[in-house]
């Protein structure tokens, strides 16, 4: 079989076949990428892809060519693993879609399934078919529901699997690949598995956008939002996942997945209310953590941050990745840099290799963002932040003082090291303090 993109959704799927047994060909626009590949060199941050990629190619059944025609002249199943960015207007660009699917037309093996993995709007599957013009290749929908940081373990231990034709032989093809992982399977027509990726992941952002009012609302009338959840979470018709505040949610898929679907209703004269506030709500969250930011400074919510040194810790959209596409701590760093604040950030995730983010000094030690700081935020909730050396971080700072976006630290950790705490829905915790030793007079 044939994957096209070797991004993460595509190496991920090429790697994972392979490990189940399948005979795999990747291919790829980027010609220096597909040269490290198949050195087994991976560019992407993520856990176990590297082994995956290195054990298909010792087996053999993980290879990387240049021409997409290559790749899929022989193939049984060519899966589409390709970008559909955000567009003019917020609907999805199937630009790279279309593209490949006129490549290859022509050198598809009839009998041969095309499937889909790239998230695209209902309809696609039909709009690819017509520009295939071919009755003897299917079309299948097949959605990948992988997040990044445990993509591996996402592939090889899915919830479902997803699989969508309008006729069904073709669908039954594509699920079998997938038979060894024991998931349960849908299968479904076309638009509809189409429709599953979309709206799920508007979905998980819903209760992203939820618990972050939610968390505002706590602060206000004195409630934490850590109880909250607790509460909420253990409800089976809620569940614990997607429940925690945070800067805004972000990275690769839900805002542009969330757009698409508004643009989707649009077109279909559907007017969804709720996934408008939804994105509105979201939209304004880093605002709301300035905000934040300035009072724990001790300064009004609007004032001018001129001069104000604030130390950032984590600027990817999650732990587990170097991916910065949509991070809300990018969008935070912006509007602090845009009020004058002088920026330094740490991420365990970026090497000094990316591209420079504007208005943040990066550095590759964490202690370094502490020094003459006024202020450290938490953006992005990396693990290894828990384990900091507090009480030297505090003998550092200026202000002694973390806001903390996504409670991720241990407050009474913190206010024994002589830091003030401030997180999102819960109250303020402050540095204790040592009782004087001098004697009574």
């Known amino acids: 079989m044939a994957v096209v993109g070797a991004g993460y959704v595509g190496l991920t799927t090429a790697a994972c076949l392979a490990s189940l047994g399948h005979r795999v060909r990747c291919t790829d626009s980027d010609r ?17 892809l590297p082994g995956l990629v290195a054990e298909g190619i010792a087996a ?86 992988l997040r990044e940081g445990t993509a591996v373990h996402d592939f090889l231990n899915p919830d479902r699997i997803v ?8 669908a039954e093809r594509v699920a079998a690949l997938y038979a060894r992982l024991g998931a349960p399977t849908v299968l479904t027509d076309a638009a509809s598995a189409e429709m599953v990726k979309y709206a799920a992941n508007c979905f998980l952002a819903t209760k992203l956008s939820y618990v972050n009012a939610i968390a505002e609302l706590c602060e206000r ?33 839900l805002p542009k997945d969330t757009m698409a679907l508004k643009q989707v209703a649009e077109v279909a004269g559907f007017e969804f209310g709720l996934l408008d506030e939804v994105i509105s709500g979201n939209a304004k969250q880093a605002s709301r953590v300035v905000e934040r930011i300035a009072v724990a400074c001790g300064l009004d919510a609007d004032a ?3 001069g104000l040194r604030i130390g950032l810790l984590g600027l990817t959209f999650k732990a587990g990745t170097n991916d910065l596409r949509d991070s809300p701590a990018l969008s935070v760093a912006r509007l602090l840099a845009e009020r004058g ?13 990316e591209p420079p983010i504007p208005g943040v000094r990066v550095v590759d030690d ?8 006024h202020a450290l935020v938490l953006l992005t909730d990396w ?59």
């Not at 609907?91 to 050198?107: F, P």
């Not at 969508?164 to 073709?170: A, E, I, K, L």
């Not at 604040?341 to 290799?353: F, M």
């Open 304 to 306: 001018d941050l001129t």
């Open 60 to 145: 053999g059944r993980l290879g990387f060519v240049e021409s997409a025609a290559e790749a899929v002249e022989t193939a049984e199943a060519v899966f589409l693993c390709v970008p559909t960015p955000m567009g003019e207007g917020g609907m999805a660009d199937l630009s790279a879609v279309i593209d490949v699917a006129t490549k290859v037309r022509d050198v598809l093996s009839p009998g041969c399934v095309l499937v889909n993995k790239s998230t695209v709007p209902v309809g696609t599957a039909a709009r690819v078919a017509a520009l295939l013009g071919r009755d003897d290749v299917a079309v299948v929908s097949n959605p990948e529901f």
């Open 383 to 441: 693990p290894q932040f828990r384990a900091l050396d507090w009480p030297r971080i505090a003998g550092l700072l200026e202000g002694p003082v973390v806001i903390d976006t996504r409670n991720h630290l241990d407050p009474d950790a913190l206010s024994r090291a002589g830091i003030a705490w401030r997180g999102f829905g819960r109250p303020p915790v402050d540095p204790v303090r040592t009782p004087s030793l001098d004697p009574v007079p």
């Open 163 to 170: 699989v969508g034709s309008d006729t069904r032989g073709p």
């Open 221 to 253: 009338l004195g409630a934490d939002i850590g109880d909250v959840t607790e509460g909420m979470g253990y409800d089976r018709r809620i569940g614990p996942t997607f429940l925690s505040p945070g800067p805004g949610w972000g990275g690769s898929c």
């Open 341 to 353: 604040a002088e920026l330094t950030g740490y991420d365990p995730g970026l090497t000094g290799a």
């Open 32 to 48: 220096g990428k597909l040269a490290r590949l198949k050195r087994g060199e991976v560019d992407i941050l993520e856990k176990g």
């Open 366 to 373: 964490p202690y370094y963002i502490a020094k003459d700081a």
